[in-house]
């Protein structure tokens, strides 16, 4: 009767006993892998209590024992180091790096470390560019020290100590034009206005005969149609608000050129004058501008029997005031000043550009000059750099040119090869200053001002077929090129910054 007591005793017993081993051999088992899963000395380091010292390696070991704070590469040879690289490590106190090539650091390589009291980057060939502004705006912002170290470029850093270097030291904003919005229609010119509060923009499209009038949806941010004027083989839809009333100058090469009102308690466009058919027989070219509080437009004629003309507003209709040199085929007029006089030049496919100069006594513009060597001109338009004037004068066979005006007459700054060329046009977006080149046969190439050179410089290429012209938008605070296309799909671009240092 005893043995099954003992029996059931020792059976407790034994399992009890067994249940303690289990219990400690999984502790066992759990210590030792914890002490698996500590962080070891990586290969080609060497570790001790606080510090690693690794040589020959060719990256940055993601893993080191908890206790180092002091990290250093020798005789590495890093080309580049990759972001993150010291993200398991924010205990370190010093991140050494020198004596290797490294020529930039990824952005906020240290971000996080705010242990960090030194950085050794001595001996390496840093490009102090815009990948390296961060650590500029980094040195400035932490605790840490960092050994004098010196830039290897880009020339205009090359030598200096980055320590020198502040935020403002780099130039990292650039700008592009992005495709934004593509319409279906050709068109030959294109001009933006503002009327009332909101923005609008017109192309003419000579095939449909229309002027075709945009509007801005804030909702789809998309341009929208807003009205449009029905038209013959029209080449110019020239919008022109004077005392809160629209205007719109309707060139068209054929049934005459007219003049139309907006009205706005019916909401649309109806005709109020035609324009004398046997002055302007051929218009190519339309030019708004207002002298002494008085508005006037002037019409660009390319016929051989009609001749550019100058209108003037009376306050209930526009007259003829001037009519400019017959028999010339004018096609193209700009309005600008010259030494604060009102001034207009004529391009001519017969004759060199005619610089007229407006006389306030007899109110009228006088002959003044020609621009020399400059012959088969289609074009003229002009823009201001720090008070300089310049003008783009655009060629179809031959050399375009940018010239600049030296206070008595204009010199050749610059020279572009310009083979089916028939738009050179400076646009002005806050501080860029640009001037794009179209093309029948290529793309169209986009410049931007260099202010050191003096010159323009290659910033993009635009793919738009037959560009006739270019009009710049502004809109909710976006800017917008629009471009007309003579034989493909008018083209919209947004300007856009971009940050490089990002």
Not at 223 to 245: A, L, Q, W
Not at 316 to 342: A, C
């Amino acid at each position: 009767m005893g043995y099954p007591g003992r029996a059931v005793g020792g059976w407790r017993g034994w399992k009890g006993w067994t249940l303690l081993v289990w219990v400690a051999a999984a502790g066992l088992i759990l210590a030792d892998g914890r002490r698996v899963r500590q962080p070891r000395c990586p290969a080609g380091c060497i570790c001790t209590k606080d510090n690693a010292l690794c040589e020959n390696v060719r990256s940055v070991p993601h893993t080191f024992p908890s206790d180092v704070v002091s990290l250093s590469f020798v005789k590495s040879g890093f080309h580049e180091i990759t972001g993150g690289s010291f993200v398991h490590m924010p205990a370190l106190q010093l991140l050494s790096l020198a004596y290797n090539n490294l020529e930039t650091l990824p952005k906020d390589v240290f971000k996080g470390m705010d242990a960090l009291t030194k950085v050794d980057l001595r001996g390496n060939n840093l490009i102090c560019d815009c990948k390296l502004k961060w650590l500029v705006e980094w040195m400035h912002s932490t605790n840490a020290t960092l050994d004098q170290i010196h830039c290897s470029g880009p020339p205009i850093h090359q030598g200096k100590k980055i320590n020198d270097l502040l935020p403002h030291s780099f130039d990292c904003i650039t700008a592009e034009f992005a495709s934004y919005q593509s319409l279906k229609f050709e068109s030959i010119s294109v001009e933006a206005f503002t009327f009332g509060k909101d923005q609008y923009v017109v192309f003419p499209q000579p095939f449909a005969g229309t002027c075709s009038f945009l509007e801005w949806d804030h909702v789809e941010m998309t341009f929208r149609t807003y009205d449009t004027i029905e038209s013959t083989s029209t080449v110019v839809c020239k919008p022109m608000v004077i005392d809160n009333h629209l205007f719109v100058i309707v060139a068209q090469l054929f049934g005459g050129s007219h003049i139309y009102k907006r009205d706005t308690s019916a909401n649309k466009f109806i005709k109020i004058q035609d324009i004398d058919i046997l002055k302007i027989r051929k218009p190519n070219d339309v030019e708004t501008f207002m002298i002494d509080g008085e508005s006037f437009f002037v019409i660009a004629d390319s016929s051989k029997a009609g001749s550019t003309t100058v209108y003037k507003w009376n306050g209930n209709g526009f007259y003829s005031h001037q009519s400019l040199h017959p028999w010339y085929r004018d096609t193209d007029v700009e309005y600008l000043e010259i030494s604060n006089k009102p001034h207009l030049i004529l391009s001519s496919s017969s004759q060199r550009p005619v610089v007229y100069q407006w006389n306030r006594g007899q109110k009228q513009f006088d002959r003044r000059t020609d621009i020399p060597e400059m012959e088969d001109v289609f074009s003229v338009k002009h823009f201001r750099v720090k008070g300089d004037l310049f003008i783009c004068l655009t060629r179809f066979i031959g050399d375009s040119k940018v010239m600049r005006w030296d206070g008595a007459m204009f010199k050749e700054v610059q020279t572009f090869p310009s083979r089916g060329s028939m738009v050179f046009q400076p646009v002005s977006i806050g501080k860029w200053q640009y001037a794009i080149l179209g093309s029948d046969y290529s793309l169209t190439q986009v410049y931007q001002w260099d202010t050191k050179r003096g010159q323009f410089v290659p910033s993009q290429e635009l793919n738009i077929q037959a560009p006739r012209a270019f009009s710049l938008v502004s809109i909710d605070d976006r800017v917008f090129l629009l471009a007309s296309s003579f034989k493909g799909k008018t083209q919209i671009y947004e300007h856009l910054m971009i940050d490089m240092s990002n």
